[in-house]
Each structure stands twice: as structure tokens, then as C-alpha cells.
């Protein structure tokens, strides 16, 4: 098969399996759909011709003979450290803040109030940028510079903006980021201070696609790097599945739950896990994939409950959770392929109940995680409550970003003391404000 291919001066080797190691096992771009293709992917591309997002293929047999669990302990703790199953094709091609391996935190005190002892975050917000979205960011952003794109572009609800625009800015390559007003305020001040040509707009982040990909037309050489529309994203995202596996001494725990917007986080676990499967470093059973989503914003957990295969636009989408305002996820098709093939499952929660579960998070275990991640444990008392989540479950949770990027979402106002006043006593102390 590769063999068909037209290869770039930037890509691998004619025959991967038969040349001494490599820094990347990348072979070609298949769809996710239909049996067009494969892709060059020593070139700059986007969608498959049927509209569908196209993956990366690995040679996972030659990565197999080139390196392993052992070898990759003694690497550095980023996520480079998986270097063969990523695009980029030399170390001097990688764009870096020093993203990933960020911690598994056992969460007792909360697991225990929620009923799943075993429980575990996986806590995205010490990475650069303060979310998740540097992984994709560092891998896109490498690949895109790697391949000569002239700029990237891309329509964000904030994090994914602030993530590209500064791994764009440490790349020298110029960045167009379009927001809807009501992404969290600090991401445009994130984008701008990076230099990011910045735009807001009154629609929501299929508008401000389609704003994206009409200027892309008009500048040769940029990147639409919304999700799903280039391949690499999905790259990097799939580290956190690698790092979860390697954490737990290259195993998986029965279940990852996940908050879902365009879903590439939830897609990008699940391509990586299969991955490991086929280099035979984990076992044959996969996690049970849980996609969580805001009641007002739930196109994957309704075409879930109507044994779709499809996601439909959601109308009038709205959520404190702006992470999750997808309202037509270009990959909501792979969101239910992968938590259908692995017998997960979809939820939807309130804004009332997730931020409830923000507090109790932080209150327990002193982490303010962001709304989205506070959503999946609301989903874990859903799915407690409905026996679909049990005690012996060991459960990660993935917390997409920090709290710290939504103030909004704690209370501000404690009791003022004069400067001549005195502090109760402990026993007439006020109650923390719920
Ligand atoms: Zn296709």
C-alpha cells in the first residue's frame, strides 16, 4: 500500500519496516469513512474528498521493533516521549512548552463520596495554555510548520484558540483564531497576547467555521486547522490514552469518561489505545469510553439514545460548560463508533448539577477543575445511580482544563471584616458559600 504513494522530500522512508529507526512510524492518511485514499501524509492535507476526517496510520510493527515500554520509561516526561506513533518526522521539527504526562491523580476522598472508590483524574490543567488543547496544539502545530503551511487557522470556543496560538507563535507562524463572544474572556486575551490575528463573532463555533474556512480559501498555504479537518490534532490528543496506559503500568481501567465538544479527545483515546493493543503492549480489553455532555448541548447522547450513527445539529445550543457548545461535531459519527465498540455510553447533565460537582471536587480534594471536567462527575452519580457504574470500577476521569480560566463559576464574596473587627470564633464560623 505504501508503496503507491507519492512521497514529499519531508516524508519517511519509502519501506518504514526495513530502515534502521525512525523518530516517526507514519506511513499514510486513510478516511474514517470510505475506502478513498490513502493520503499522502508528506503533504499538507485536510478531509478526505468524501468530507470525513482522514487519520493517521502508523507501521506499528517496525515502531514495535524500534522501541518499547522500557526504553520509552527512560525518555522525558512529555509527550514526545511517544515520538514513533506522532507525525512529526525529526526531533527538530517539534514545537515544545514541554507538554504532557500530566498527573493521575487518585481522587479518594471524592471517589468515595461518589460512590466509585477507585477513582481517578487524569488532570490536564498543568499543561501549557492551562488545557488539553496543547497536546493537539503541539502535534498540529509541529506537523503544519514540518510540512511548510504558510499560517494556521481555526474556529475555537477559547482553549483550543489560546493552545494554537501559542505553540503558532513559538513555531514563527502566523495564527487566525475565530471565537464566539461568549467564550471565556481570558482566551482572547491568550490569543492576542500571543499575536494571534483574533476575531470575535455573535454565532457559535460552526459560524466562526465557516468564517474559517471562507478566509482560508483566500490566504494559499494556511492551515484549516479546525478539529477534525486535519489529521494531527487527533495525534496529539491520543497521548493522553498512551500516557493513562503507561501510568497505570501499561494497562487500561475499566472505564474513561470524557467531556465531549468535538469529541477528538474521546476519538484520539481510543485510536491510541488500539494502537498499544497492536504493538502488544496492553492487553486485549479496552476501557468502557463515556462521553459527557451539557444537557444543552447534546447531540452525541441523543443519536446515542437513538441507536444513530449520526450526530444532528443541535438547535439553540447553550452551556456554562463553553467547552461543550459543539452543536455539530464533524466527528460525532467517530464519538459513537468508538464508546459503542468499547460498551460505553453517553450522558447528558445540567449546568445546575455540574457546577454543583465543581464544588464538591474542589472542596474534597482541592482541585478546581474546569466545568467541563466537573461534568463527568455528575455522569459518575448518574451512572452509579443507575448501576451502570459499580464500587469495583476503577474509573478515570479526565479533566479537560483548569478552573482557573472560568472565575465565574466559584463564589467571590466572603464575609468583610473591618480593619478593627474581629474573625467569629470557630464554633460561629460561617459555612463556605454553597
Ligand atoms: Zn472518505
Known amino acids: 500500500?505504501?508503496?503507491?504513494?507519492?512521497?514529499?522530500?519531508?516524508a519517511l522512508p519509502e519501506n518504514v519496516a526495513d530502515s534502521s529507526p525512525a523518530y516517526s512510524a507514519l506511513t499514510v492518511l486513510e478516511c474514517?469513512?470510505?475506502?478513498?485514499?490513502?493520503y499522502d501524509a508528506g503533504q499538507i492535507q485536510g478531509t478526505c474528498s468524501c468530507g470525513a476526517p482522514l487519520l493517521a496510520r502508523y507501521d506499528l510493527a517496525a515502531a514495535a521493533s524500534w522501541t518499547g515500554p522500557k526504553e520509552i520509561a527512560t525518555r522525558p516526561p512529555s509527550l514526545w516521549r511517544y515520538h514513533e506513533l506522532l507525525p512529526t518526522s525529526s526531533a527538530k521539527s517539534v514545537v515544545s512548552f514541554g507538554e504532557g504526562m500530566t498527573p493521575l491523580l487518585p481522587m479518594e476522598r471524592l471517589g468515595a463520596e461518589l460512590g466509585v472508590p477507585r477513582l481517578l483524574m487524569k488532570d490536564?490543567?498543568?499543561?501549557?495554555?492551562?488545557?488539553?488543547?496543547?497536546?493537539?496544539?503541539?502535534v498540529g502545530v509541529s506537523r503544519a510548520a514540518e510540512l511548510g503551511a504558510a499560517g494556521v487557522a481555526l474556529p475555537t470556543n477559547g482553549n483550543a484558540g489560546s493552545a494554537w496560538a501559542a505553540y503558532a507563535a513559538r513555531a514563527g507562524l502566523p495564527c487566525l483564531a475565530v471565537m464566539p463572544t461568549d467564550a471565556p474572556e481570558i482566551t482572547r486575551a491568550e490569543c492576542m497576547a500571543a499575536g494571534a490575528e483574533t476575531y470575535l463573532t455573535d454565532g457559535l463555533i460552526n459560524d466562526a467555521g465557516r468564517l474559517v474556512r471562507a478566509a482560508v480559501a483566500g490566504r494559499p498555504g494556511y492551515l484549516d486547522a479546525s478539529t477534525l479537518r486535519e489529521p494531527y490534532r487527533l495525534e496529539g490528543k491520543k497521548t493522553i490514552g498512551l500516557e493513562i496506559a503507561e501510568q497505570l503500568g501499561w494497562r487500561v481501567p475499566d472505564v474513561i469518561i470524557f467531556p465531549t465538544g468535538g469529541g477528538v479527545g474521546l476519538v484520539g483515546i481510543a485510536k491510541g489505545l488500539r494502537e498499544l493493543q497492536e504493538l502488544g503492549w496492553i492487553g486485549e480489553a479496552l476501557p468502557r469510553m463515556v462521553a459527557v455532555q451539557a444537557a444543552g448541548c447534546a447531540p452525541i447522547v441523543r443519536a446515542f439514545e437513538y441507536q444513530a450513527d449520526t450526530t444532528e445539529p443541535w438547535a439553540d445550543a447553550r452551556t456554562e460548560a463553553f467547552g461543550?457548545?459543539?452543536?455539530?461535531?464533524?466527528?460525532?459519527?467517530l464519538v459513537l463508533e468508538a464508546i459503542r465498540a468499547t460498551g460505553g455510553t453517553a450522558v447528558?447533565?445540567?449546568?445546575?448539577?455540574?457546577?454543583?460537582?465543581?464544588?464538591?471536587?474542589?472542596?474534597?480534594e482541592g482541585t478546581w477543575v474546569c466545568p467541563e471536567g466537573a461534568a463527568c462527575f455528575t455522569a459518575i452519580q448518574q451512572l452509579r445511580a443507575t448501576g451502570w457504574l459499580t464500587p469495583n470500577d476503577e474509573v478515570v476521569v479526565v479533566n479537560t482544563g483548569a478552573g482557573l480560566k472560568y472565575?465565574?463559576?466559584m463564589p467571590t464574596h466572603p464575609p468583610l471584616i473591618p480593619?478593627?473587627?474581629?474573625?467569629?470564633?470557630?464554633?460561629?464560623?460561617?459555612?463556605?458559600?454553597?
Not at 348 to 358: F, K, Y
Open 419 to 434: 480593619a478593627d473587627g474581629t474573625i467569629p470564633s470557630g464554633a460561629e464560623a460561617p459555612m463556605p458559600e454553597a
Open 348 to 364: 447528558a447533565v445540567t449546568d445546575e448539577q455540574l457546577i454543583a460537582s465543581q464544588r464538591q471536587a474542589a472542596r474534597a
Open 1 to 10: 500500500m505504501a508503496s503507491e504513494i507519492t512521497r514529499s522530500d519531508s
Open 407 to 409: 472565575p465565574q463559576t
Open 32 to 38: 474514517s469513512r470510505c475506502s478513498a485514499g490513502p
Open 124 to 138: 490536564e490543567s498543568p499543561l501549557p495554555t492551562g488545557s488539553f488543547k496543547a497536546r493537539g496544539a503541539a
Open 324 to 333: 461543550l457548545t459543539v452543536p455539530d461535531p464533524l466527528g460525532g459519527f
